[in-house]
């Protein structure tokens, strides 16, 4: 997979689930183990040990919180020295070579975040985690047999809501979608649009609109690669509700997505209706997205059709394209997408189709 990807926090599991053992998860078409330290915090690392190759995971966290490898139990310390030998006799030289590839890691929302590389960017913002006005409901991971990028434009794909999420998300006999643009911003997409939304409190209590449908606009930040706040307003009820969206990128063709419902609202409320909800929708979403194809979305414009109410994957494949640093083929509009930072661009209402042939 792209080099690029390697300089972007993605997450690779819930903290919660980090125990005393080490973790096996995949990033990028690579092994990573993780673990805690003595102090409780997690770390990453290469799941290779250089002596024989084997999964560090397998292996233990001893008391001064270094990795200890399963086949010799050489042991390994959060910054990557080879701390002990136990083959080698007391006072030893441990050669410089026996050094584990550690990567940054870091617990943010609930989440272990890692990073390959020196991050080019920081963390996925997630402003109401901190805000004790809104109740979180951290919502069932999901692995599926799909890049990540085809996981994202899921999550952001409007075309879909009222057909796919009929009676959910919209309806089938509402399915224009609302003007709107999209601004690109540094390593930031941002976008916004207002439409009705079916209310769903019988079944799932998560809209707290009254009437039969409501009004609600959505404000979007996509924070490339993987990443999305999709912030929700009601306007018949003023109430609020966030989704926090990240996708950890395991290979080309698997990933796995992290989602946090919040609202402002029936903060008392069973929280339980609520990740409901989105494991409902994330299984109307996965047959189609993995039978999806190519499995990654492409990034060339012209391997798929792109009418202007799919700005925002315009918008999105193009800014990937700077991004991992590869020729912008079959760009559209006057927005550019040359090499170099990616900076920032609009794309106009009626603008996407130009030039896509
Ligand atoms: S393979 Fe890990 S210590 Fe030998
Ligand atoms: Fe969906």
């Not at 997979?1 to 080490?22: K, Q």
Request: hydrophobic letters at 35%; a negative charge; charged letters at 20%.
């Amino acid at each position: 997979m792209s080099g690029a990807l390697r300089r972007y926090w993605h997450p690779v599991g819930w903290e919660h689930e980090l125990g005393p053992a080490p973790r096996a998860t995949m990033l990028l078409g690579q092994r990573v183990v993780f673990w805690r330290d003595a102090a409780g915090l997690p770390h990453a690392a290469a799941d290779q040990c250089p002596h024989r190759g084997t999964a560090l995971s397998l292996g233990t966290v001893d008391a001064q919180g270094c990795l200890v490898c399963p086949y010799h139990g050489w042991s390994y310390a959060t910054d990557g020295r080879c701390t002990a030998i136990p083959q080698q006799t007391p006072g030893a030289r441990i050669p410089e070579r026996a050094h584990l590839e550690v990567y940054a890691c870091t617990p943010r929302y609930g989440l272990v975040w890692v990073c390959l590389e020196e991050p080019a960017a920081p963390v996925p913002a997630f402003p109401e985690w901190d805000d004790p006005t809104y109740r979180h409901v951290a919502c069932e991971a999901y692995t599926w047999q799909c890049g990540a990028g085809r996981m994202v434009e899921n999550f952001t794909d409007f075309g879909h809501l009222g057909y796919l999420h009929d009676g959910l998300l919209g309806t089938r006999d509402d399915l224009v979608v609302p003007a709107h643009r999209v601004r690109t911003e540094g390593t930031e997409l941002r976008y916004e649009l207002t439409m009705t939304v079916p209310n769903t409190n019988d079944q799932f209590a998560v809209t707290g609109v009254t009437g039969e449908r409501g009004l609600q606009t959505n404000s979007y930040v996509l924070s490339l690669p993987y990443a999305i706040h999709l912030a929700c307003r009601y306007h018949d009820t003023g109430a609020h509700r966030t989704l926090f969206f990240a996708a950890q990128p395991r290979s080309e063709t698997e990933s796995t997505g992290y989602c946090f419902q919040s609202r402002d609202f029936d903060l008392d409320a069973d929280p339980e209706p609520f990740a409901e909800f989105q494991a409902v929708l994330a299984e109307q979403d996965r047959p189609i997205v993995e039978s999806q194809r190519p499995l990654e979305i492409p990034l060339d414009l012209r391997h798929e059709l792109q009418l202007p109410f799919d700005k925002v994957a315009i918008a999105y494949r193009r800014a990937l394209t700077e991004l991992l640093g590869q020729p912008a083929a079959g760009s559209v509009g006057n927005s550019s997408v040359g090499a170099g930072s990616v900076g920032a661009a609009e794309l106009e209402p009626d603008e996407a189709v130009r030039g896509v042939s």
